[in-house]
């Protein structure tokens, strides 16, 4: 693995983060996730819907989660560093979320068939990777499946890489591993918390973990309880 951030201590920035964006795009960068309690899901007092929070090891030895967060948010750092992995997959993002905004509103890019030799995707999360890699979107179209993203032909073999099942297992340090391995970690993420193990609720200053699956028997006693005025 090659190391990008030098290691700093997480005192004043705990390794527990509330963005499943962010904590994507950390995973992405090999920092591990705590084996075990990888992520709690709060709902309670002040929180609308759930909130998921995500766990890392603090005592990683690589890459940071304090530098990349302070990275991320550094625009300035960004644009003196266009080719910077963790550069790019802010641009994937970026580009990821205006793309579903636009195929929801149905506006922002411009609606034609492209009629050059082009690079066609039909996965947006791989089509906001490509512009993450630099490569523009030179058009789209509605299909059965949904939209069609154009791209130039140059883009064809980050395309090919990124249909890669085993890119990141086989060059793990290149870059369209990492923005694919934040993007798509992502998708897993959003995945994975419509399905939570457990919840953590938190109500006038109690706190109770409550399994997905505990006995419905003994949940009502445990809510009778936690919920006493």
Known sequence: MQIRFRVESLDGLAADIQSTVLAAV?????????KGGEYSVQAGDGIKGIRATWHFQSDTEGNSPKVIIKRWKD???Q?????????????????????????KER??????????????VENTRMAACLVGMGHPVIGWHWTDMGAAWHFDQTAATDAHLIHDEHLISKVPDCDVA???????GHEAMLRELHDPKEFRVEHKGRIATIGKHIPQGKLDS???IFYRK
């Open 26 to 34: 950390i995973y992405a960068f090999d920092v591990p996730l705590k």
């Open 75 to 77: 625009e300035a750092w």
């Open 79 to 103: 644009a003196q560093n266009p080719g910077d992995p963790l550069t790019r997959c802010k641009v994937a993002f970026d580009a990821f979320f205006h793309m579903k905004k636009s195929l």
């Open 107 to 120: 506006r922002g890019y411009d609606n034609f068939d492209v009629t050059q030799p082009s690079c066609r």
């Open 178 to 184: 990492y923005v694919k391995g934040a993007i798509f």
């Open 222 to 224: 445990l809510e009778r």
